[in-house]
């Protein structure tokens, strides 16, 4: 599966955004996903994860009540919808598809998209 992040941008703390992840192929329902991010100088850090169904979804307790996992099987898309972003939330979010019981490791991924950057200005 091929995936693209995208709907980064620049925005004000307090602020909102919406990331979706596209992913080609026709059997995106049999996967679950997750979003995963990565600030400059930092290690790749889990940041939501969303089962086949979208029935199960999973968070960094960083983001617990602020950030959203969903997705819409029949668009082939996973969205994460960011509110209430602080500076410390800037990094290049990307998605991947979950291949293994864990959810919060790097290792538990694969067909890592390319990232989208999100900035949130103080």
């Known amino acids: 599966v091929q995936l693209q992040a995208s709907g980064g941008g620049l925005v004000q703390a307090g602020g909102s955004l919406r990331l979706s992840c596209a992913a080609s192929g026709r059997t995106f329902s049999n996967y679950d996903m997750g979003w995963f991010r990565q600030a400059p100088g930092l290690e790749r850090e889990f940041v939501a994860g969303?089962?086949?169904?979208?029935?199960?979804?999973y968070y960094a307790d960083s983001v617990k009540g602020r950030f959203t996992i969903s997705r819409d099987n029949a668009k082939n898309t996973v969205f994460l919808q960011m509110n209430s972003l602080k500076p410390e939330d800037t990094a290049v979010y990307y998605c991947?598809?979950?291949?293994?019981?864990?959810?919060?490791?790097?290792?538990?991924?694969?067909?890592w998209g390319r990232g989208t950057l999100v900035t949130v200005s103080s």
């Open positions: 969303i089962t086949r169904s979208g029935a199960m979804t």
């Open positions: 991947a598809r979950h291949i293994s019981p864990r959810w919060d490791t790097v290792q538990a991924y694969d067909s």
